[in-house]
């Protein structure tokens, strides 16, 4: 049994840079949880801090119930696998994979056989004899695996170990890699900035920003029901199309989204219209990824946008229509920060934002009732920027391979509603109960 508790943590650099903050995460006995994040996110250090190489500056980690902030690197039955494989360039595959069993004091003959079987199974068996030197990409990356794997740690660590190779081993080490850790039965906690491996391998994804968990579930939850704005336009490819929208609501009817010259209309049966309905008279951020929106004939009934292809993508299989439906896109950087500026107009709203929250009972909500999951920031992503900063939305949607139209053909699209994703000024999802 190997299970992983994050209490608070906390970390912040001698510069005061606050790397990690107060980030609480469970990990339970075999899961595999990915720590998921754009680089300098925090997501290494909280790892580093797992297998004791750095100490927080508050909090507390256990494993197994325990605390071990008290504990070196070597008593917490811990293997770590890095990015840069981290092998020793003078000894041999098979003295790479069997040096902590060595410093275990484990006797040769069965140092041999363990030896063996690792590296049968991680497919290197043919390789034994030679250096790193003499081996490829991923034949290092499962030498690194092997040295980890024959300790029979309770946990296993992995930092990016596929970010240096190519892109068609990368997928196959990946299937490798989840196999290998579910035959094993062992906890892993893996970093990664590549969100395919995320979705493919977890069991769950933590998602980081900033040092800031921002969402935490399944890679259906957090795909298809992301917490925040961030994570919503962190995850999915092409990134979801994110628009800013007026809310008036009709009651018992339906509710309008005004997203600059055309609307949708949200009925009212919806189980999200009184939701959203506590935002009448306000702008929101409506959501909507490419398999939400269909190409129809333009007279075609019920809820479609009208707009012009601005420009299309190739992609072999599918092609990528770029749409001009004359709304306004709400743009969030890599890093998460919504991409505005004028500070007066972010204060003005920002405070008006919040004497309503407190007059319509939402102040201080924290992504729904999500225990451990917060803001980096609590600024408006809806703050009027001036007009030459506001940028027309260029809406994704996905065509057939090679389609005969062209940039500056008119075309219409039906929109999914029970698809729509809905966020407030904040970037909070708007939504009724949790998942």
């Known amino acids: 049994m190997s299970t992983v508790s994050i209490k608070d943590v906390t970390k912040v650099w001698p510069d005061g840079t606050v790397a990690v903050d107060k980030v609480s995460l469970d990990v339970n006995d075999g899961e595999f949880m990915v720590l998921l994040g754009p680089s300098g996110c925090g997501k290494s250090t909280v790892l580093r801090m797992i297998a004791g190489l750095e100490d927080p500056t508050s909090g507390d980690i256990l494993l197994n119930g325990e605390p071990v902030l008290d504990l070196a690197p070597r008593e917490r039955s811990i293997a770590m696998v890095f990015q840069d494989f981290a092998l020793y360039p003078h000894m041999s595959v098979s003295d790479n994979i069997g040096f902590p069993l060595k410093l275990s004091g484990v006797q040769p003959e069965s140092r041999s056989e363990r030896v063996g079987d690792v590296a049968s199974a991680l ?17 290092r990356q499962r030498v690194a695996m092997g040295r980890a794997i024959v300790r029979r740690p309770g946990l296993f660590l992995m930092d990016e170990p596929l970010s240096n190779l190519d892109s068609g081993l990368r997928a196959e080490l990946r299937a490798e890699i989840t196999g290998l850790t579910k035959e094993l039965g062992v906890t892993t906690m893996y970093v990664t900035h590549d969100q395919a491996e995320a979705l493919t391998m977890a069991d769950r994804v933590a998602i980081l920003r900033k040092g800031v968990l921002q969402d935490i579930g399944t890679p259906t939850e957090v795909y298809g029901r992301p917490a925040t704005l961030y994570v919503a336009a962190f995850l999915g490819a092409p990134r979801m199309n994110l628009l800013e929208a007026s809310v008036y609501v009709h009651l018992d009817r339906y509710i309008a989204l005004n997203l600059g010259e055309q609307a949708l209309y949200l009925p009212w049966t919806d189980i999200r219209a009184r939701a959203v309905a506590h935002y009448h008279g306000e702008r929101i951020v409506v959501g909507m990824r490419a398999e939400a929106l269909t190409p129809v004939a333009p007279d075609a009934p019920g809820d ?33 920060g919504a991409v505005h500026d004028g500070p007066e107009e972010r204060g003005a709203l920002q405070r008006f934002g919040g004497a309503l929250q407190r007059l319509t009972g939402r102040a201080d909500r924290t992504n729904g009732s999500k225990p451990g999951v917060r803001d980096a920031e609590q600024t408006s992503v809806l703050a009027d920027p001036g007009r030459h900063h506001r940028r027309p939305a260029e809406l994704a949607v996905r065509l057939a391979p090679y389609p005969a139209v062209s940039p500056g053909h008119p075309l219409a699209i039906s929109v999914r509603m029970d698809a729509l994703h809905f966020f407030d000024e904040r970037g909070d999802r708007i939504d009724v109960g949790w998942r």
Not at 129 to 139: A, V
Request: a negative charge; proline letters at 2%; zero cysteines.
């Open 123 to 139: 497919g290197i068996g043919d390789v034994l004899g030679r250096r790193p030197s003499q081996l490829s990409g991923g034949q």
């Open 304 to 336: 479609v946008l009208h707009g012009r292809i601005r420009y299309l993508e190739h992609h072999g299989h599918e092609s990528l229509a770029f749409l001009d439906i004359g709304a306004t896109a709400i743009l969030v950087d890599e890093m998460g």
